[in-house]
């Protein structure tokens, strides 16, 4: 239900009202930015677990004969990689080979798919693939319908009684007696599922998760977390004006013989090369930086932090191909002032092997 | 840890949320627990250069937590003493002391007079409450 200024509200909202969360408009929604803090529920997901509501994402149906076809043709990842019980990440592309949204589809059965989309995104994403809809495929906005729970660290599968599987895969499941689709998928680089419940039960399964001593978290720990691992944030670094291959995300693109929506573009940019690429990189002074900061060797900041992991500035930016090399330094202006950072491997922050 | 919220009636208030400790021709500057509040956990503290001037009203720093920066806003004009290097090392000091451990500079006034400008505690909470 849109509220009086517009944005709508998850089925969750009275509960994170009630535990004092800072509210804020994220995409159209009323959306908890933070409880406690972003520091320390960043570091319960890093060593702990910690419960999100993300029931703000946009999910859609494609049922039918034909859903698989109608799917292969706007989407850059080969949907025969996976069978029923996984799910992929993958890219709506537009005809210039940019990103329409980024996603990830779960195939229920070989009729019948599952997009979890960005909430930015879901209205747009939905008349996309409506407008290209084939004879035989239905293809169904089922948003309101489900609350979505990600529940992620370390101690996340323990905290919630739930058994190791592997990731992307998904499987029905219960948590303290609530019916739920277990998602083996998450947003953190750590170790977690992404709980589906009806819309009606989603207060209930996030009560009982909070009770199992799981820490609730805002958008500003899943911002902080994400860009330490550098998943993209789509409307940062990724956007129907970046092509898959300049952000670093050829891997998701099932170029040989495909062809999806912008196939031949994206092999055409692969095969000469990008420009600019998404580089991360690590601050080698004191200083923040921000999206829409200019990097002085060309390009700008998509995504900036602190990060709570090391301590320092990070961020993503698209640089010149030539300088993406661990240790190439690059100046970044930060409200005037240059600043250095370090280019980094992807990720940013990785865990420690014991 | 927090602190929990309070403004001292001994301290002077700007409007944009920042507090000075009059001692003579001296003062010392820091921001308010709403204005902390209001930003987060603080991970960033970029302090003037001793011996700068800092004019009333205007910027003469700038604190960042994770989401946001703001400019730190002078009350009062003057000729800087110090910078607390405590809150350049650890910024959360602002977040558990704001009116304490938290200061953030010390200023040499070079109009006192200004001070009469400025807010006492009644006047700034009252101001918090229209904000609110």
Same mark, same amino acid.
Not at chain 1, 84 to 108: C, K, M
Not at chain 1, 280 to 304: D, H, L
Not at chain 2, 52 to 59: L, R
């Given at each position: 239900m849109p509220t009086e200024a517009g944005l709508h509200r998850t089925p969750l909202y009275e509960h994170h009202v009630e535990l004092g969360a800072r509210m804020v408009p994220f995409a159209g929604w009323e959306m908890p930015v933070q409880y406690e803090g972003v520091i320390p529920e960043h570091l319960a997901v890093r060593r702990d677990a910690g419960a999100f509501d993300v029931s703000h994402m946009g999910e859609i149906d494609v049922e039918g004969p034909r859903a698989r076809e109608l799917l292969?043709? !706007? @989407?850059? =990842?080969?949907? %025969?990689? /996976?069978?029923?019980?996984?799910?992929? #990440?993958? !890219? @709506?592309? =537009?005809?210039? %080979?940019? /990103?329409?949204?980024?996603?990830?589809? #779960?195939? !229920?059965?070989?009729?019948?798919?599952?997009? /979890?989309?960005?909430?930015?995104?879901?209205?747009?994403?939905?008349?996309?693939?409506?407008?290209?809809?084939?004879?035989?495929?239905?293809?169904?906005?089922?948003?309101?319908?489900?609350?979505?729970?990600?529940?992620?660290?370390p101690r996340s599968l323990e905290r919630l009684g739930l058994e190791e599987a592997p990731a992307f895969t998904f499987a029905e499941g219960e948590i303290d007696g609530i019916a739920c689709m277990v998602n083996r998928t998450g947003y953190t680089g750590e170790k977690g599922v992404e709980l589906m419940v009806m819309a009606d039960e989603a207060g209930e399964l996030w009560e009982r998760v909070l009770a199992r001593g799981v820490k609730p978290c805002g958008l500003g720990a899943r911002d902080t977390l994400r860009l330490e691992v550098c998943y993209p944030l789509h409307g940062n670094d990724i956007t129907p004006d970046t092509d898959a291959i300049?952000?670093?995300?050829?891997?998701?693109?099932?170029?040989?013989?495909?062809?999806?929506?912008?196939?031949?573009?994206?092999?055409?940019?692969?095969?000469?090369?990008?420009?600019?690429?998404?580089?991360?990189?690590?601050?080698?002074?004191?200083?923040?930086?921000?999206?829409?900061?200019?990097?002085?060797?060309?390009?700008?900041?998509?995504?900036?932090?602190?990060?709570?992991?090391?301590?320092?500035?990070?961020?993503?930016?698209?640089?010149?191909?030539?300088?993406?090399?661990?240790?190439?330094?690059?100046?970044?202006?930060?409200?005037?002032?240059?600043?250095?950072?370090?280019?980094?491997?992807?990720?940013?922050?990785?865990?420690?092997?014991? | 840890m927090a602190a929990s919220e309070s403004y001292p009636e001994e301290l002077r208030y700007h409007s944009e949320h920042d507090w000075a400790?009059?001692?003579?021709?001296?003062?010392?500057?820091?921001?308010?627990?709403?204005?902390?509040?209001?930003?987060?956990?603080?991970?960033?503290?970029?302090?003037?250069?001793?011996?700068?001037?800092?004019?009333?009203?205007?910027?003469?720093?700038?604190?960042?937590?994770?989401?946001?920066?703001?400019?730190?806003?002078?009350?009062?004009?003057?000729?800087?003493?110090?910078?607390?290097?405590?809150?350049?090392?650890?910024?959360?000091?602002?977040?558990?002391?704001?009116?304490?451990?938290?200061?953030?500079?010390?200023?040499?006034?070079?109009?006192?007079?200004?001070?009469?400008?400025?807010?006492d505690a009644a006047a700034y909470k009252r101001l918090l409450e229209e904000l609110a």
């Open positions: 292969d043709s !706007l @989407l850059s =990842n080969d949907l %025969g990689r /996976i069978d029923t019980g996984q799910a992929q #990440y993958t !890219l @709506l592309t =537009n005809e210039r %080979g940019g /990103i329409v949204d980024d996603l990830i589809v #779960y195939q !229920l059965d070989p009729c019948r798919f599952f997009l /979890i989309v960005n909430a930015s995104n879901a209205d747009a994403d939905f008349d996309w693939i409506r407008e290209r809809e084939l004879r035989g495929s239905d293809v169904r906005d089922v948003s309101d319908e489900y609350g979505l729970i990600a529940v992620q660290g300049s952000a670093g995300l050829g891997w998701v693109c099932a170029l040989d013989g495909r062809d999806f929506t912008g196939a031949d573009e994206l092999r055409r940019i692969k095969e000469q090369g990008p420009e600019q690429r998404l580089a991360a990189f690590v601050m080698e002074e004191k200083a923040i930086p921000r999206q829409g900061m200019p990097i002085a060797e060309g390009g700008e900041v998509t995504s900036g932090t602190h990060s709570p992991m090391l301590d320092r500035g990070i961020g993503m930016g698209y640089v010149p191909a030539e300088l993406v090399q661990p240790g190439e330094e690059i100046t970044i202006d930060v409200r005037g002032k240059p600043r250095t950072a370090k280019i980094v491997p992807k990720p940013i922050y990785k865990r420690e092997e014991h | 400790r009059i001692e003579g021709d001296e003062a010392t500057l820091g921001i308010t627990w709403y204005a902390q509040d209001s930003l987060g956990e603080l991970v960033h503290y970029e302090p003037p250069d001793v011996g700068a001037t800092v004019d009333k009203d205007t910027a003469y720093g700038e604190a960042e937590s994770v989401k946001a920066v703001s400019d730190l806003v002078a009350p009062l004009s003057g000729e800087v003493l110090a910078v607390n290097q405590k809150v350049v090392d650890e910024p959360e000091t602002v977040n558990e002391d704001p009116y304490g451990e938290g200061w953030l500079i010390r200023v040499r006034l070079t109009n006192p007079s200004e001070v009469d400008d400025l807010l």
